[in-house]
């Protein structure tokens, strides 16, 4: 069972940073797409931004030029730097890793933004 710890969340004034972390269980980290995603309990849970095995990247358009994903296969962990947040950022934080059909889940990182 392949699993995902995130970590990272916390309490931030407006305009300030976070960085999320996720790590992967998984010894084969290297060939799995990951993506962060996040759910308010007034929202749906949507993509935030994506990296593929190949490290192809995608970002939701609220957050361009605002975050950044990335990854390090050796520590099979992905990263979300999140700067200048907004009060609209705040949501738990979730992390998959995909491969094929295959799609596993972390529980969830809270980040609360303050105005």
């Known amino acids: 069972q392949v699993q995902l710890v995130e970590s990272g969340g916390g309490l931030v004034h407006t305009g300030g940073s976070l960085r999320l972390s996720c790590t992967v269980s998984e010894i084969t980290f290297s060939i799995y797409d990951i993506a962060w995603y996040r759910q308010t309990p007034e929202t749906q849970r949507e993509m935030v931004a994506r990296?593929?095995?190949?490290?192809?990247?995608d970002y939701a358009d609220s957050v361009v030029g605002r975050f950044t994903i990335s990854r390090d296969n050796t520590q099979r962990t992905a990263y979300l730097q999140m700067n200048d947040l907004k009060p609209e950022d705040a949501a738990v934080y979730y992390c998959s890793a995909k491969l094929y059909s295959q799609d596993y889940w972390g529980q969830g990182t809270q980040v609360t933004v303050s105005s």
């Open positions: 990296i593929t095995r190949g490290e192809d990247i």
